[in-house]
């Protein structure tokens, strides 16, 4: 499909907005997905092209947190195992489902990872008494709950992917005993996983806009720049404002589409 000058600068703005979001939390795809839909894009279409677009603007942020992903190497290994099964699930979902499926319970997971963010601190204090009195010691992987959580979460991530850092950072946050902006730039390299797997399948089983699949790279890598230099620099207070107000934003859109 042709795009007008003004579409397509339009479409490369929201690339831009969408790397820098999803590198500071995630919930880029409200940026980029609307845009796409506005040039006459078919929706599985603008979804996947969106996917594979975002792909450039993923790895930008993950290098951009590069000093926070240092001692998480192992770390990274088995929950990127996870993240890489769960998005290629999701990815044959959105071929296979109607486009309905998870419009009724995305917004309370996206509410309940809300929760889970504001009361991170609070929770993880109380964990830690539990876990004194308990002569017990947190995992540095976050257990099984977390693999099984990353799984879900990535699962819809492969199949559309607005708020997806909201989950991941509830999650993790909640189960990993780890700084905030470590949980981030963990968040952004299992990003890289969950669109570069559901991309690759995209290629060989959907139709694809290339044109927007460029315009989309092209503005998400310099925005993911911008959310790292950004986000590194956010106190965790901060941060998790920005996190509840993006999830608020994708709440109400999806209510309202």
Sequence with gaps: MALSIWEALAVFAAGIGAGTI??????????TFPVLLATGLPP???????TLGLVPG??????????????QRTRIIRCG????IGGLTGAILLLALPSKAFDAIVPALIALALVLVVLQP?????LARRRERNGTEARGDGGPALLAGLLVAS???GYFGAAQGVLYLSLMGLLLNDELQRVNALKNVLGVIV??????????????????????????????????KVGRRLPPT?????????GIVAIVQMLLK
């Design 22 to 31: 999803n590198t500071i939390v995630g919930s880029g795809t409200l940026f």
């Design 44 to 50: 599985i279409t603008a979804n996947v092209s969106n």
């Design 58 to 71: 993923n790895f930008s942020g993950a290098v951009g947190y590069r000093r926070e992903l240092s001692g």
């Design 81 to 84: 195992i996870a993240a890489l």
């Design 122 to 126: 609070r929770l993880a204090r109380a």
């Design 155 to 157: 699962a819809y991530g």
């Design 195 to 228: 669109n570069g797997v559901a991309a690759l399948f995209f290629v060989f089983v959907a139709d694809v806009d290339w044109t927007a699949v460029l315009l989309i790279a092209v503005g998400s890598t310099i925005g993911g720049q911008i959310g790292a």
């Design 238 to 246: 901060a941060l998790r404002g920005v996190i509840v107000a993006v």
